[in-house]
């Protein structure tokens, strides 16, 4: 996807011009992939562009962090990056709303594959992005294929983390779903279990119950996930964790995919097989997930982190 350039982009500390905001070709992250990042986005509200859960966010950042030493010696507090990235939103003007990338990477000046002496640095910048799995999936759908590479292990790399390298195991499963001519692609656990999409999480809906798989079986920590799962029980809709194997998603009545970059994407096909058009679950659930980011539902306008752009 070619970037929709914004201004500027925040590196450790400066605000640089978008074309100028480079690091050395030997900086370690590039060679071993050991970082951390966030995905986020802003909508526009009534008030202004406002940040979804930038808190918490940011917390998964830091928490990220935390699991790839020496990331977590990163010299910023949760409220100094919140601070930094409604300054860059300010700073680029985004009043129509946002994708934020924040990134925590070893910067330039070691090399080798102990990443101890290395100093981390920080990363924000932001984009306008549009629908992620295309501009008409979020009414009409996506296909999906279960890919035939499993979820990358609990004690591999820790699904916990949202680290750059973990993405590798992603790429490849959505090369072979696009090459074999399907939008998405679904992965496995180790053990058989549903896990996750290469960047969303699943959700199946059957006899009018929610279902997701457990952290246990791999998925990250979605916030989006998190999101919707109180807003369907807001709905009065049951929602529970629980393991899922292939057959549930052939045999479910709905099945959505949750993300940030995704929203809540609603799946047509899975592996050749139908699931249907959008369902009345799926959407009441999205109408409700896409006004509270834009703050039409009070109830969740604490989620809500309002940039003042003018
Ligand atoms: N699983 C994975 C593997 C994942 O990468 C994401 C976010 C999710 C689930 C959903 O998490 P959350 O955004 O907190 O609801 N993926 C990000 C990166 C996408 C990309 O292509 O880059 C995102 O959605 O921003």
């Known amino acids: 996807m070619p970037f929709p350039k914004a201004d500027k982009i925040w590196l450790d500390g400066r605000i640089v011009d978008w074309d100028e905001a480079t690091v050395h070709v030997l900086t370690p992250t590039l060679h071993y992939g050991y970082g951390v990042f966030e995905g986020i986005r802003a909508y526009p509200t009534d008030d202004g562009p406002a940040v979804f859960r930038l808190r918490e966010h940011v917390e998964r950042l830091l928490r990220s962090a935390r699991l790839y030493p020496p990331l977590d010696t990163v010299p910023y507090t949760a409220d100094d990056l919140c601070e930094v990235i409604v300054g860059l939103i300010r700073v680029n003007g985004h009043a129509k709303g946002c994708y934020i990338r924040p990134t925590i990477i070893l910067g330039y000046?070691?090399?080798g594959l102990n990443p101890l002496p290395s100093t981390?640095?920080?990363?924000?910048?932001?984009w306008e992005w549009g629908a992620y799995l295309g501009e008409d999936s979020l009414i009409n759908g996506v296909r999906l294929m279960i890919s035939s590479y499993r979820r990358i292990g609990k004690n591999t790399i820790p699904p916990a983390g949202k680290a750059n390298g973990q993405y590798l195991n992603s790429s490849l499963a959505k090369v072979d779903a696009l090459r074999a001519g399907y939008d998405e692609a679904i992965m496995l656990s180790e053990d058989g279990y549903v896990a996750e999409g290469t960047g969303e999480n699943l959700f199946v809906?059957?006899?009018?119950i929610i279902r997701t798989p457990p952290l246990s079986d791999g998925p990250l920590d979605g916030i989006t996930r998190a999101s919707v799962m109180r807003i369907a029980r807001d709905l009065g809709i049951e929602v529970v964790e629980t393991s899922?194997?292939?057959?549930?998603l052939y045999l479910a009545d709905e099945v959505f995919l949750t993300g940030t970059a995704a929203e809540l994407t609603p799946v047509r096909e899975i592996d050749g097989r139908e699931i249907g058009p959008r369902g009345p679950v799926t959407e009441a659930v999205?109408?409700?997930?896409?006004?509270?980011?834009?703050?039409?539902?009070?109830?969740?306008?604490?989620?809500?982190?309002?940039?003042?752009?003018?």
């Open 286 to 310: 999205q109408t409700a997930y896409l006004d509270a980011v834009r703050g039409r539902i009070p109830a969740y306008r604490d989620w809500l982190t309002v940039v003042d752009v003018t």
């Open 120 to 126: 981390p640095q920080t990363i924000v910048a932001s």
């Open 244 to 248: 899922l194997v292939r057959t549930d």
């Open 205 to 208: 809906v059957a006899d009018g």
């Open 109 to 111: 000046g070691e090399i």
